[in-house]
């Protein structure tokens, strides 16, 4: 069983940054996908960003392309969710995933369902 534990959430100024971490326990991630998910107050589960097991391959949401970048380190057993330019917007509770199942990496994109483990959520709130 692997646990998935989120950091790094906050509240944050309008053009500010804050980087998530995502620590995982209980097993070795390192062959997994990764993905960052967020939900905010009333809407839908969205898909945010995905890396592949090596972090050679990545996947962005158009609405935060250019301004957040998702990184892991396998030693370390933890995955990364950059987050720069903040715009109200993007305020939330983000999640993250992981999933063992080999497969192209297209086929997480915006699919929750495909991913195994889930965090418990850290909450993100960009203040105008």
């Known amino acids: 069983q692997v646990q998935l534990v989120e950091s790094g959430g906050g509240l944050v100024q309008a053009g500010g940054s804050l980087r998530l971490s995502c620590a995982a326990s209980?097993?070795?991630?390192?062959?997994?996908?990764m993905g960052w998910f967020r939900q905010a107050p009333g809407k839908e589960r969205e898909f945010v960003a995905v890396?592949?097991?090596?972090?050679?391959?990545?996947y962005y949401s158009d609405s935060v392309k250019g301004r957040f970048t998702i990184s892991r380190d396998n030693a370390k057993n933890t995955g990364y969710l950059q987050m720069n330019n903040l715009k109200p917007e993007d305020t939330a509770v983000y999640y993250c995933?992981?999933?063992?199942?080999?497969?192209?990496?297209?086929?997480?994109?915006?699919?929750?369902?495909?991913?195994?483990?889930w965090g418990q959520g850290t909450q993100v709130t960009v203040s105008s």
């Open positions: 890396i592949s097991w090596s972090g050679g391959n990545t």
């Open positions: 995933a992981a999933d063992p199942k080999a497969g192209p990496l297209r086929l997480y994109v915006g699919r929750p369902d495909r991913y195994d483990y």
């Open positions: 209980g097993r070795t991630v390192s062959s997994y996908v």
